[in-house]
């Protein structure tokens, strides 16, 4: 099963002029996979992650999400397949303030429908491989944005999603705490979900299964390591998909 | 987590400005619990007075006529004499179906006396106002005569009052009224006598000649109960021609401390309803802040998969948990400010009266509970269906910036 998208089109319309931050995009996030989409600040990669998570309706194209089609599904119906499929760590902050980190992370729990004991034992074990165990009890107004990026990680990985989708986890991280954040989401790669990272951080890139480039509302598949993604573009490099970020695209 | 202990949590440690709307809640509910309890009071007070008065008129000597209604009303110590003579025309007057005699009589706020109150006597065989109120019989008297007290009066450690250097046993108290007829003793014609003799010798001035049976020759009203049927109006006109008297009627009496309640309660609605109108008011546009600046959360939470209804929900819960909590203070503290100083009040406001029983108080509490709960409600199912109806990305657009 997976998430596959067709002819992908969004378009906004900003001080008068029409652009589309999404582009004819077809994309597929299969289970036991790491997909990175990477691209530079406006290249319409976050847009592209609301899309396919149903926060935001495509202007054309579909996303199914294990055979629904999320077009044919009413807000609520949309709301409730996210809290139960998908976990997503954003890019800006998203704890709630006024409950502790522990609870942000146990609340993600009422919207996929896990039972709380089991979501403790998780709040636990993910705590610690994140290096958040001190720091379940605070608030997080009391946090550094680093402990925040890790405290949503474990939040969308603690509701036992299908797939887990973030937008730059390893931004505000140092070198360390992002490999921590890269081991988690690969052993969630392993246990057979469905992994997609948008970024622009040459570490994210390098744990990629699937790397695929966006610029201008455009992907273009960079790299795949699984063989299921444009059979003509094999694994490259990681020096040569840099390369290509940088400006060239297959 | 349930909606509730989210909302619990954000209300305690969430800086959302709940606080502020508490303070409205209590506002609201105070106003309304001691509005409605003040109103009900001075109601049931002017009911009790009307029901106790028991007489359509009394007959009083001339120019004694506010004296009258200051004994009945505010309880005011005054003493007057008339010549009894009058008693059997008025008993053979047409319309006229009850006739009895009283005399008021004030204590003096001296050494002599327990208190400075109204005594009044009442003649046993014609009377039909004051017996029927017996409550509770006491105890048949030793002393120099027995006394009936009002709800209000307050007895010696003995259970016994002093009046003008004499002692006497209270026989049993009467109903609670609500009205000055509280704070008054009652005694018969023959213990009325005594009273009468003893103030008489400490200066008090009532009838002329012996003090040897007064109460056969001087008395200070007559309270008549006119026939059914019967105009009050055309018997107080046919009395006033006996010269020298007074009449006042209690539909008039009635109607004057219920043109005042009715004044005061016109004042606590206007306030009340504009307490409710402002507190609406305010809160509306708390809560629409409130759900404004919280407008990143609810991307989050929608961003989490939460429903619209469960944002609704949230919003709904954390501003009712917050309103009841406001209610419940502001019903406390009404009470606590209505119910120790209901005398005060009463004796300034100058009007009957009667605090409600403990059904009548839980019934207006949960009345103002429920008022409070409604003003906490409403704008926060507006506020609640704006947030949540907004786009989940715009919300965290709006959030980035």
């Given amino acids: 099963m997976a998430i596959e998208s067709g002819n992908l089109v969004k378009q906004y319309t900003r001080r008068n002029r029409t652009f589309r931050a999404v582009d004819d995009v077809s994309i597929s996030i299969p289970e036991g996979k790491i997909v990175v989409v990477s691209g530079s600040s406006g290249s319409g990669k976050s847009t592209l992650l609301n899309i396919l998570s149903g926060m935001i309706r495509p202007d054309e194209g579909n996303v199914l999400i294990e055979g629904k089609d999320l077009a044919g599904l009413s807000v609520r119906e949309r709301d409730m397949l996210r809290g139960k499929k998908i976990g997503i760590v954003p890019q800006v902050q998203s704890l709630i303030g006024g409950l502790t980190v522990r609870e942000n992370i146990v609340l993600q729990g009422t919207f996929s429908g896990k039972k709380s004991e089991s979501s403790s034992d998780d709040v636990r074990i993910y705590a610690e491989l994140l290096g958040i165990e001190e720091l379940l009890d605070v608030f997080p107004n009391s946090l550094s944005g680093g402990e925040m990026k890790r405290v949503a990680v474990a939040r969308a990985i603690t509701g036992d999603h299908e797939y887990i989708f973030a937008d730059e986890p390893t931004g505000e991280l140092d070198p360390e705490n992002a490999g921590k954040i890269m081991d988690v989401l690969r052993s969630q790669a392993d246990s057979g979900k469905g992994v997609l990272l948008i970024t622009h951080d040459e570490l994210v890139e390098s744990r990629a299964d699937i790397l695929y480039s966006m610029a201008g509302g455009k992907v273009t598949p960079v790299m795949t390591n699984t063989g299921d993604v444009g059979d003509s573009h094999p694994p490259l490099p990681l020096k040569s998909q840099n390369d290509l970020l940088k400006g060239e695209h297959l | ?401």
Avoid: H
Wanted: proline share 3%; net charge negative.
């Fill in chain 2, 1 to 401: 987590m349930k909606i509730r202990e989210v909302a619990i949590k954000k209300i305690i440690y969430g800086s959302t400005g709940a606080f502020v709307v508490l303070a409205f809640a209590l506002l609201l509910s105070f106003t309304f619990f001691a509005g409605r309890i003040l109103e009900s009071s001075l109601s049931d007070g002017a009911d009790k007075l009307r029901e106790r008065l028991g007489a359509d008129m009394a007959v009083v000597p001339k120019g004694s006529e506010d004296s009258y209604q200051g004994i009945i009303l505010s309880g005011e110590p005054v003493e007057c004499s008339m010549d009894r003579s009058i008693e059997n025309n008025l008993k053979g007057m047409d319309g006229v179906e009850k006739v009895t005699p009283v005399i008021y009589l004030a204590s003096l706020n001296a050494s002599c006396c327990s208190v400075p109150i109204q005594i009044i006597g009442y003649d046993p065989e014609t009377d039909f106002v004051t017996s029927p109120w017996i409550s509770d019989e006491y105890t048949t008297g030793e002393a120099d005569g027995d006394m009936v007290v009002g709800y209000n009066i307050a007895l010696d450690v003995e259970g016994t009052l002093t009046f003008f250097g004499r002692t006497y046993t209270v026989k049993a108290r009467l109903n609670k009224t609500g009205t000055a007829m509280d704070k008054s003793v009652y005694v018969t014609f023959d213990v009325m006598d005594i009273l009468l003799a003893d103030a008489r010798e400490k200066g008090v001035e009532f009838g002329e000649g012996s003090s040897e049976g007064l109460s056969d020759r001087y008395v200070s009203a007559f309270l008549i109960r006119t026939e059914e049927g019967a105009d009050p109006d055309l018997i107080a006109g046919r009395i006033l021609r006996y010269g020298n008297v007074g009449v006042v009627q209690s539909k008039n009496m009635i109607s004057s401390v219920t043109g005042g309640i009715g004044f005061i309660s016109k004042i606590i609605r206007i306030i009340t309803i504009s307490v409710i109108a402002i507190v609406v008011l305010v809160t509306a546009i708390l809560s629409m802040f409130r759900a404004q600046t919280r407008r990143k959360e609810w991307a989050v939470l929608r961003m989490m998969g939460a429903s619209q209804s469960w944002i609704l929900r949230l919003i709904l819960t954390e501003n009712l948990l917050v309103s009841f909590a406001g209610a419940i203070f502001g019903i406390l503290l009404a009470a606590l400010v209505i119910f120790p100083f209901s005398r005060f009040i009463a004796e300034q406001i100058e009007l009957p009266y009667y605090g409600p029983g403990g059904l009548k108080v839980v019934l207006i509490a949960l009345a103002a509970l429920a008022v409070t709960l409604v003003a906490g409600a409403i704008p926060a199912i507006f506020a609640g269906t704006k947030a949540a109806g907004t786009d989940c990305y715009v919300l965290m657009r709006d959030g980035e910036n």
